[in-house]
């Protein structure tokens, strides 16, 4: 699901604050400027962020364009555009993955957290980066399920730090690219955790976090499509 075309003059409404925000071009990379240009779901897709399944307001044309100017940065500084895992990434870092449909037909990233490496943080966020700039059906502007699963994920294994980066990506440096995030089977010693973590959300951001239990799942993914490690019949899984 993409966000909703808006009318061409919003579009270049919104591109014309960007570049007066842009000044100094050479922060940027050049595609990221070209696709701005020509690119209204890219421009919806930021508009939709601000609005947050709020009702429209009169700055959220403002809030659009400040945004694209802070993620446009962002991805220079991070060589976003520049990673490549395609050809044989780090095994360890394949606990995230993209396999599957949810009940709408959106794409779904698994997230196994119980094989999170710690002392490859650096690694799995830059592969994190990637997996999203290069998700099946980005350049449509379209959204995806997440599925955090947290079977037998206790205090030991849950990394505070980055999960709040986990968050923060989908937050602030991706445009309204998260439709939904499915946490499965939290255990409750992490509620501790969730509250510190959550206070980064807005509000609409919270309603698209959903707890889910065993077999509740599959309200959201088709049950033959729910992986393994969520209890499902799909064998698939991370393999260290």
């Known amino acids: 699901m993409a966000a909703a075309p808006i009318a061409k003059e919003v579009a270049d409404e919104i591109r014309n604050k960007f570049t007066a925000l842009a000044t100094d071009t050479s922060k940027y990379y050049d595609a990221d400027l070209e696709r701005i240009k020509s690119d209204d779901k890219l ?83 830059k592969y994190l980066m990637w997996l999203v700039e290069n998700r099946p059906g ?16 206790g205090l030991t294994e849950a990394d ?36 510190l973590v959550s206070v980064l959300l807005s509000e609409g951001a919270k309603k698209r976090v959903i707890f889910v239990k065993n077999k509740e799942i599959n309200k959201h993914i088709p049950e033959a499509s729910v992986l393994a490690c969520c209890g499902g019949p799909d064998p698939y899984r991370f393999q260290a």
């Open 43 to 125: 421009v919806s897709r930021f508009l939709a962020h601000q609005r947050d399944d709020k009702p429209p307001k009169p700055s959220d044309t403002d809030e659009a364009a400040k945004m694209i100017e802070s993620v446009f940065a962002w991805r220079k500084e991070n060589s976003i555009r520049d990673l490549d895992y395609s050809k044989d990434p780090d095994k360890a870092l394949t606990i995230m993955y993209f396999r599957g449909k949810d009940s709408d037909g959106t794409d779904v990233l698994w997230v196994e957290p119980k094989a999170f490496d710690k002392n490859k943080r650096r690694e799995f966020e």
């Open 138 to 153: 980005e350049a449509e502007c379209s959204q995806i399920t997440i599925v955090l699963a947290l079977s037998d994920v």
């Open 160 to 195: 505070v730090d980055f999960i709040k980066y986990f968050i923060n990506l989908f937050m602030y440096y991706t445009a309204d690219v998260m439709k939904k995030m499915l946490i499965h089977n939290m255990h409750w010693l992490l509620n501790g955790i969730w509250k």
